[in-house]
């Protein structure tokens, strides 16, 4: 089996019959189409029969495997936004560590895939059993899906991975949308982890900056070897050492700007 992929909205076909036991709102207010009504009720039937009686795991933490990243943490916060910035290499190969993780952990994960760069090949079939990918046409479009699917609640994980969008398309995402994800996912028990090629997303609850140097050859080596090499330091929000300067009081969150000037000089 392979994972379940919806190909953008615009392209999810009449709704089917019948309806499923997972809830799944568009945001309050927004008056939608009768054709986009019937294809969110179509994704609603495909959540449904992809996970029919997902088991929920308290709050917490969802370990990833990483050591640079489970040392700090455990893991990934469930119930808070994550933001994971770094080359699309680096990136791509976290998406694979998270997968195997999803295999481990025996939960659910969804892939929202703002440029449609996801490659399956080499990913573990148990994992992509239990993987929704949702292919989008843009980061606007992509962020309206997580939208959606953190409403759902059996989802252990959800990646959005914006890496290789054009950086002027995700900087036309106002910030309101970020602080409105990270109020819809502490509802939950969801991991939410958003993939950005540089710190943007305002109000993120820990901010990871991910490392990596390779060359050429690293094409014929195997994931689990590069992943070994690849760096990783994890900012928290409550990090009384990083928030002091950005807000002046422990516990502040670090706006992007001053996360990335801080990233630097780590790096340097």
Not at 106 to 134: I, M, N, Q, W, Y
Not at 229 to 245: K, S, T
Request: with cysteine.
């Amino acid at each position: 089996m392979s994972a379940v992929a919806i190909d953008s909205w615009a392209a999810l076909p009449e709704a089917l019959p019948g309806e499923p036991a997972i809830r799944l709102e568009p945001p309050e207010g927004l008056d939608l189409p009768e054709a986009t009504q019937e294809r969110l009720s179509h994704l609603r039937r495909l959540l449904a029969e992809k996970y029919p009686a997902a088991e929920r795991k308290p709050g917490g933490i969802l370990p990833t495997g990483l050591a640079p990243v489970d040392a700090v943490e455990g893991g990934l916060r469930r119930a808070a936004l994550t933001e994971l910035s770094g080359g699309s290499g680096a990136g791509a190969l976290f998406i694979h560590a998270m997968l195997r993780a999803v295999s481990r952990e025996k939960c659910l994960a969804a892939l929202v895939d703002a440029a449609r760069s996801f490659e399956p090949e080499g990913c573990a079939p148990s994992a992509l059993t239990r993987l929704l990918v949702v292919l989008c046409e843009d980061p606007a479009q992509a962020v309206k899906a997580v939208d959606l699917l953190l409403r759902d609640g059996n989802l252990s994980l959800v990646l959005l991975d914006l890496q290789a969008a054009p950086l002027r398309e995700i900087r036309r995402i106002h910030a309101s949308a970020w602080h409105r994800l990270q109020r819809l996912v502490e509802q939950t028990s969801s991991a939410l982890v958003v993939l950005t090629p540089q710190p943007m997303v305002e109000g993120a609850r820990v901010r990871i900056a991910l490392n990596a140097q390779w060359t050429l050859s690293a094409q014929r080596r195997w994931r689990h070897g590069l992943l070994a090499e690849m760096a990783a330091r994890v900012f928290p929000r409550h990090c009384a050492a990083l928030n002091g300067a950005a807000g002046g009081a422990t516990g502040g969150a670090l706006d992007a700007a001053d996360w990335h000037n801080r990233k630097e000089s780590v790096s340097a």
